[in-house]
């Protein structure tokens, strides 16, 4: 029987964070004075833990599994830890405890595909695609994706988007693309639709903060198809 997806996570350690297996999450607490990490079997658990810092702490070990290294020189930076890129990151004013969201598209219009990434580890929380579309219109949903997949399981953090045009759209509930409704591209206007009205019936309750490529690098979530 194949083994369970584990996720660690380490309040107190050479680097907080969330990790995939337990190599990492030893590495940042072997050694370190009254370290504080716990094992959780879901995606949602760890991340609502590590958000919350009166989550009660305790001590975990637990089986190895695969982790997925990160795409940005930022967080790996992190892990590695150069000091340079660290203060880089800090002073830029980057926060690890986020989640980044990305879109890529073959043409435009073309077959897109958007995900969603946790920024502390790299680790990928959600994908859709491909389906028919634009790059914006993949941004526009990504953003909804996450504000929605937050509120289904009860956590709270920011969202970095790189799409000025998306960030607008979400802001404004509307998803404002030119792009054609016909039979090739009506899955994805359901989808919009879909997202659109859970914007009229929810609140924006986290930031949606522009990712600054200038300061950071490409996104977590980037497809690096560029």
């Given at each position: ?20 297996t ?7 607490v ?9 094992a959780f ?20 070990t ?5 982790h997925n ?48 990434v ?51 759209w979400?802001?404004?509930?509307k ?7 016909n ?13 659109e ?30």
């Amino acid at each position: 029987m194949a083994k369970r997806q584990k996720y660690y996570v380490v309040w107190r350690g050479i680097q907080p964070g969330i990790y995939l297996t337990w190599e990492e999450c030893e590495h940042q607490v072997k050694g370190f004075p009254n370290p504080k990490y716990k094992a959780f079997d879901t995606e949602a658990e760890a991340m609502a833990a590590f958000a919350d810092p009166d989550y009660p702490l305790g001590n975990h070990t637990d089986e190895p599994s695969r982790h997925n290294e990160s795409k940005i020189e930022v967080i790996k930076a992190v892990k590695d830890g150069n000091d340079t890129l660290i203060n880089k990151a800090v002073s830029g004013g980057l926060q690890l405890n986020a989640l980044a969201v990305d879109a890529a598209c073959s043409g435009n219009p073309g077959m897109m595909e958007y995900q969603g990434v946790y920024v502390g580890t790299g680790q990928r929380i959600f994908h859709f695609g491909p389906v028919f579309g634009t790059n914006n219109i993949g941004e526009f949903l990504a953003i909804v994706h996450a504000l929605a997949y937050m509120k289904k399981n009860n956590i709270s953090m920011p969202i970095y988007s790189d799409s000025r045009n998306a960030m607008s759209w979400v802001k404004q509930k509307k998803c404002r693309t030119k792009l054609e409704r016909n039979a090739k591209t009506e899955q994805l206007f359901q989808l919009i639709e879909r997202a659109e009205k859970w914007l009229q019936d929810n609140p924006l309750s986290v930031p949606i903060i522009k990712w600054d490529k200038n300061l950071w690098g490409e996104t977590p979530a980037d497809f690096g198809r560029k």
